[in-house]
């Protein structure tokens, strides 16, 4: 496989603000991420656990759109939600259970969005990574 010049660039984290924060840069975005316990309490902040379940969703969406345009598919519409399967009140995450993908989408067919199911097993290097070390459960919903 030949890597582009754009995948090798790196993302840098520094520590930002109050403990348990960093901000996150490549190349010219930048974002607050924070590990979700300030001060011995759960907070609102995005977790970097959240960050790996947002870049498998935004993957499996490019994947199923590379997939769709080159099998000329109509995808009209699509939203993918991941999550872990098991999460405590306290915001402690089982990760043994794996991730749970549900992805709903509106224009293919049952035969197409098992093709598209296919493509994000194949396409999706975040959804390969991830398959290897925790189960991945993928629903299809209309």
């Not at 997939?67 to 872990?84: G, H, K, N, R």
Request: hydrophobic share 45%; proline share 4%.
């Amino acid at each position: 496989m030949v890597v582009s010049p754009s995948a090798t660039q790196a993302i840098i984290a520094r520590p930002f603000g109050q403990p348990h924060q960093a901000i996150v840069s490549y190349r010219d975005q930048h974002l607050i991420v924070g590990s979700g316990q300030l001060n011995g309490t759960m907070g609102d902040r995005t977790r970097p656990t959240d960050m790996l379940l947002a870049a498998l969703a935004t993957d499996c969406i490019f994947a199923c759109q590379d997939a769709a345009m080159i099998a000329d598919m109509s995808l009209y519409s699509m939203a993918v939600t991941a999550q872990w399967r098991a999460e405590s009140a306290d915001g402690q995450i089982d990760m043994s259970q794996g991730i749970r993908l549900r992805i709903a989408m509106s224009g293919p067919d049952a035969e197409q969005k098992t093709e598209l199911t296919q493509a994000i097993m194949s396409r999706s290097a975040t959804y390969r990574l991830l398959a290897q070390a925790i189960p991945v459960v993928i629903e299809i919903g209309g």
